[in-house]
């Protein structure tokens, strides 16, 4: 599990170092690594991250929630091995939440809790970012990754919407991120 942080840590700063070597604009190579490492999650497998999974399963080992806020997207990663990181589209991570406790035990939960709705969200294999003020959900299971139509952010803080929830651990996960990095 570990090895899997050094991994990630790596990669964002071997794609950092590319992006300074690119010839497009700074918010294009930092949304560009953003992207990458987004994408990083949806083809690992579950004996990537040291999980034992049956082949074809429905059951999660890993969700992103994606936030378009501000004119940029806040993308929590997080699986039951307790991996728990936080990247946004203008450059910003947070990477390594595995070795504390806390965003451990909120990144397990999160998994979790998404057993509860992926019976109700859709096989997909395309990931695009929600809207601005949306929220969007990607479950992750060896059988593929599932999600749900994307919800308004305040119909989830409003606890109207089902998957609200799966919101509010998803956001416990941030909080967690938050105080371990003393933000």
């Known amino acids: 599990m570990a090895n899997k ?3 990630f840590t790596v990669l964002f700063i071997l794609l950092s170092a590319l992006a300074c070597q690119l010839p497009m604009s700074k918010s294009q190579a930092l949304k560009e690594n953003y992207l990458q490492l987004r994408n990083i999650w949806f083809t690992t497998r579950p004996e990537d991250l040291g999980i034992v ?5 429905t059951q999660p080992f890993a969700i992103i929630m994606d936030m378009g806020i501000d004119r940029e997207t806040v993308t929590i990663a997080s699986s039951f091995a307790g991996d728990g990181s936080m990247y946004t589209s ?14 451990r035990k909120a990144s397990v939960h999160f998994v979790e809790m998404a057993a509860e709705f992926v019976d109700k969200m859709t096989l997909v294999t395309e990931y695009p970012l929600p809207a601005e003020g949306h929220v969007k959900f990607y479950v ?6 599932y999600t749900a139509k994307e919800a308004r952010a305040d119909a989830l803080i409003s606890g109207s919407h089902t998957l609200s929830p799966l919101f509010i651990a998803g956001n416990d996960v941030i909080t ?8």
Request: without cysteine.
């Open 176 to 183: 967690q991120i938050r105080i371990t990095s003393g933000q």
């Open 53 to 57: 999974a049956l082949p074809g399963s």
């Open 90 to 103: 203008t450059g910003g991570a947070v990477i390594g939440g595995i070795d504390h406790e806390n965003v």
């Open 140 to 145: 992750i299971t060896p059988n593929g990754v």
């Open 5 to 7: 942080n050094v991994l």
